[in-house]
């Protein structure tokens, strides 16, 4: 089942890999990296095949498969580019 995504800000045009953490309650659970041809590859497919408006949103994939959301204190990093920090109860 899909569940939900969180979109942000902008974060200028990454080259390269994007590295990204998750940790809870301080321990690391999730570590990967994606190389951002790999994302812009698949945008620029959607965006050929969709009639996509300002503000719509294209998935792009994820850096590893959903896990399960458990209580405690959630961080996503993703470096240069932010990090998401959420209370999950």
Same mark, same amino acid.
């Given at each position: 089942t899909? *569940? *939900?995504?969180i !979109?942000?800000?902008? =974060?200028?045009?990454?080259?390269? =890999?994007?590295?990204?953490?998750v940790?809870v309650?301080?321990?690391?659970?999730?570590? /990967?990296?994606? #190389?951002?041809d790999? =994302?812009?590859e698949?945008?620029?497919r /959607?965006? /050929?095949?969709?009639?996509?408006r300002?503000?719509d949103?294209?998935?792009?994939?994820?850096? !590893?498969?959903a896990?399960?959301m458990? =209580?405690?204190?959630?961080?996503? #990093? !993703?470096? #240069? !580019?932010?990090?998401?920090?959420?209370?999950v109860?």
């Amino acid at each position: 089942t899909q *569940g *939900g995504m969180i !979109f942000g800000e902008p =974060a200028g045009q990454p080259t390269g =890999a994007v590295r990204v953490s998750v940790s809870v309650d301080g321990e690391l659970v999730k570590e /990967a990296s994606r #190389d951002v041809d790999d =994302a812009r590859e698949i945008y620029d497919r /959607a965006r /050929a095949a969709l009639e996509l408006r300002p503000g719509d949103h294209v998935a792009t994939g994820s850096f !590893f498969p959903a896990m399960p959301m458990v =209580a405690g204190k959630w961080v996503v #990093d !993703f470096g #240069d !580019f932010g990090r998401l920090a959420m209370t999950v109860r």
